[in-house]
């Protein structure tokens, strides 16, 4: 069976400083992961995504992501946060081979002025 | 593109009365997915359609909940009757093939609210 976890379910930090948001998975079988966003009374919003090469993958608004197949994590990151990236984030596994995402429980990012 | 286009944007309702969701995918896309989000129960995957055939619907909950999609361009989930319980945010999303790696575009979602 195939599994998201995102351990943190909010994150605050302050303008300006860096932040990661962790994201691990759990799955038998060879994966693509996604990061999405989700502003206030908006729909979701890609990122960025992991299918295969690089384990960097940067994506917009200066977010990247680093895929770790031995830790099973793909930790979002970025260096320094604008009171704008105050968003849920969601992380999706999805199996190679199927249709279905498998969504974390998201993690609210709320940034300080 | 617009992207994924849904209607209504909100929806209140009082239980026992019949819900219709209406969602029109990107131009192009063959897979459509509906999605229901709830703070308990975050993201679930009610349906999922590809080429306008429903291919998995184990994510419906009840009888109460049913979804068509008569062509490539428009798609509906209706409740009936409702029930306070299905209050929630469901999103329609569509993508351009079947399989994981490709990325789901999500409309604005349908708050919906039964009283």
């Known amino acids: 069976a195939q599994s998201v976890t995102q351990l943190d379910s909010q994150v605050p930090v302050f303008e300006e400083a860096p932040v990661e948001l962790r994201c691990n998975y759990s799955?038998?079988?060879?994966?693509?992961l996604f990061w999405y966003v989700q502003y206030p009374n908006q729909g979701l919003q890609l990122l960025l995504k992991?299918?295969?090469?690089?384990?960097l993958v940067k994506g917009i608004n200066g977010f990247e992501a680093e895929f770790n197949k031995s830790q099973t994590s793909f930790h979002l990151r970025k260096p320094s946060v604008h009171i704008s990236d105050t968003a849920e984030y969601f992380c999706a596994l999805g199996p190679s081979g199927t249709y279905k995402y498998i969504f974390g429980t998201g993690t609210r990012l709320k940034v300080l002025a | 593109d617009a992207g994924v286009i849904q209607s209504p944007r909100h929806e209140v309702t009082e239980m026992g009365q019949e819900v219709t969701l209406r969602c029109k995918p990107i131009?192009?896309?063959?897979?459509l997915f509906w999605y229901r989000q709830t703070m308990m129960r975050g993201l679930e995957l009610l349906i999922y359609?590809?080429?306008?055939?429903?291919?998995?619907d184990s994510g419906m909950p009840e009888d109460r909940f049913s979804a068509k999609m008569p062509n490539a361009s428009f798609s509906t989930l209706k409740i009936q009757p409702s029930e306070p319980r299905d209050s929630a945010v469901y999103f329609c999303a569509s993508s351009s093939l079947a399989g994981g790696y490709n990325e789901q575009f999500f409309g604005p979602g349908t708050r919906l609210t039964v009283l």
């Open positions: 131009s192009g896309h063959n897979s």
């Open positions: 799955s038998s079988v060879s994966v693509y």
């Open positions: 359609f590809n080429n306008n055939v429903p291919i998995d």
């Open positions: 992991y299918l295969s090469g690089s384990t």
